[in-house]
């Protein structure tokens, strides 16, 4: 049921519009050039633009329900069989219907496309518009989307203009590398690079084996512009460091990447069992943390000769933590029960040393051993030694040690290299004039890692020891000399450990207090040392 606009006209529109590839524009209603408005549509008289359109889309919405034949006038019933006819009619260049002859009610079959088609068209034609020279019908449009299904594929021209007008926002997107895949390759196929840029590229990054030495598994993030071509890039080197390389002109400007993690504080508590190290171990301490809890305790603690089965400790370790990673492991206090021995140690952030509570230093003023770990006594200090062939008096001023040749030698204490040099005898040595007047000699070394007037601290890597001049077997001869005198090294008084005092005392027992209260409160697992820190205040805003 739909108002009659004659045959030709309905079937030519329906036609064009079911065409494809015919855009919305290119549908024209042929119209005979004399036409006027005058067959009335559902008995509305005629209106202004604005409500003719809103009646034209209620009238399309009227079609998707049952319009009761009594509101239709018997000019706007036709007999919808009539398309086939009037389509063989066109093909043999009949005369059209006659638009305005009634025809009884029948009916038939029509789809939804026609039916609506014909109502929008036929009730907007038919007299509804009221325009008069004030309305300027070709600068109508209109902004709000109707919903209307002329094609199947459902196209919305006005999401089409719409998202032409965006914008260009380039996005980051990942890239996986595959087995065999080599970044040259991959840049001038999928990132729009030439090879000239690739190698420029490479020159210009501070580490190019990142890009060239890279592992399938690896990836990087990238964004290209609107013509594809490589706009920025981001590769972490790994978790915390990495590049970002961003297209600047014909150039590109690097970046380089620093993460920072956030701090985590974790308490492991354990037991001796056997050997210190597995038992440490076996808290979840990671290896390096294991190799630095027992550096720590070994300048107080002999581990063979002290600890026993039973002792009791805890470690406080602090852990940057980035994408769920802990990175940077490192020990703040640690607290050891032992039957022999008793002892509790924080470190100072001031000067990344430990001292125990009452500021004493973990680290002597002078060490008894330029070495670390434990090494043979192959020879001692003997100043009355006899010469096994001559059998005179050859004085042993210095104390051996059996070790493999390499074996890193390290400063006792701070000092200034006094001569580095080389003798028949002793082979390559070094000697060393330390702040409080001491002075050391090492010699058979294999090689100096120091020059003659050059600073060195307590624990500095000098020399690797060997086997050069007159000895029988890889060793270190190592000397004490105080006043100009060789005494034994191994039992001369040592400087006492140096201690903290004043304000350097108050300020590091203050921030060593929540690390202490971790350690007496057991409590193993991730804890926050801030949540200490609060409590104490807390407690002294209470007093």
Excluded: C
């Amino acid at each position: 049921m739909v108002t009659v606009l004659g045959a030709q006209k309905l079937i030519t529109t329906y036609d064009d519009l079911n065409q494809p590839q015919t855009p919305l524009e290119s549908v024209l209603v042929p119209l005979p050039s004399d036409s006027a408005p005058g067959v009335p549509s559902l008995r509305q008289e005629r209106a202004p633009v604005a409500e003719a359109i809103d009646r034209a889309s209620r009238a399309l919405d009227a079609t998707r329900e049952h319009i009761p034949l009594s509101e239709l006038a018997a000019t706007e019933i036709v007999d919808l069989d009539v398309i086939t006819s009037a389509e063989a009619s066109m093909a043999s260049e009949a005369e059209p219907r006659d638009a305005q002859s009634q025809v009884a009610l029948h009916e038939g079959a029509l789809d939804d496309g026609a039916l609506h088609m014909a109502i929008v068209l036929g009730t907007i034609t038919s007299g509804m518009l009221n325009v008069d020279n004030s309305v300027e019908i070709a600068d109508a449009t209109s902004y709000e989307d109707y919903g209307v299904e002329l094609y199947e594929d459902d196209v919305s021209f006005l999401e089409l203009e719409l998202a032409a007008e965006e914008p260009f926002v380039p996005e980051w997107e990942t890239h996986i590398v595959e087995p065999g895949e080599t970044f040259a390759v991959l840049a001038q196929n999928e990132l729009g690079l030439g090879y000239s840029e690739v190698l420029a590229l490479l020159d210009d990054l501070p580490d190019p084996r990142m890009l060239t030495h890279w592992r399938a598994g690896h990836s990087f993030d990238y964004q290209l512009d609107e013509t594809g071509r490589l706009l920025a890039l981001r590769m972490m080197k790994n978790t915390r460091e990495g590049v970002l390389l961003e297209r600047d002109s014909d150039q590109y400007a690097i970046t380089a990447i620093e993460r920072q993690g956030e701090p985590v504080q974790r308490l492991y508590a354990g037991s001796v069992t056997g050997s210190f190290a597995r038992s440490a171990q076996a808290t979840g301490l990671s290896s390096s943390s294991v190799t630095e809890l027992t550096r720590i305790l070994q300048k107080k603690l002999d581990f063979r000769r002290d600890s026993r089965r039973g002792d009791q400790f805890q470690v406080l370790v602090e852990s940057d933590m980035i994408d769920g990673e802990t990175l940077d492991s490192r020990i703040l206090a640690v607290k050891y029960d032992g039957e022999r021995m008793d002892l509790t140690v924080v470190r100072n952030t001031t000067d990344d040393n430990f001292y125990t509570p009452e500021g004493s230093s973990l680290d002597p003023a002078f060490a008894r051993h330029p070495f670390e770990g434990n090494y043979r006594l192959s020879s001692n200090f003997n100043p009355r030694r006899l010469h096994p062939v001559t059998g005179r008096v050859s004085p042993h001023n210095g104390t051996d040690f059996a070790m493999p040749i390499g074996t890193p030698i390290t400063a006792p204490a701070n000092g200034r290299v006094e001569r580095v040099g080389n003798h028949h005898a002793a082979g390559r040595y070094i000697v060393v004039r330390h702040d409080n007047g001491y002075r050391t000699r090492y010699l058979h070394l294999s090689q100096p890692l120091v020059s003659q007037g050059e600073r060195v601290t307590m624990g500095d890597r000098i020399a690797l020891s060997g086997n050069t001049g007159r000895s029988t077997g890889p060793h270190l001869h190592y000397e004490v000399i105080v006043n100009n005198t060789p005494v034994n090294a191994m039992t001369v008084e040592l400087p006492e450990n140096t201690s903290l005092s004043g304000d350097t005392l108050i300020a590091f027992q203050r921030q060593a207090e929540p690390m202490l209260a971790a350690l007496e409160s057991g409590e193993t697992g991730t804890i926050s040392v801030a949540n200490y820190e609060r409590d104490n205040d807390s407690d002294e805003s209470l007093q």
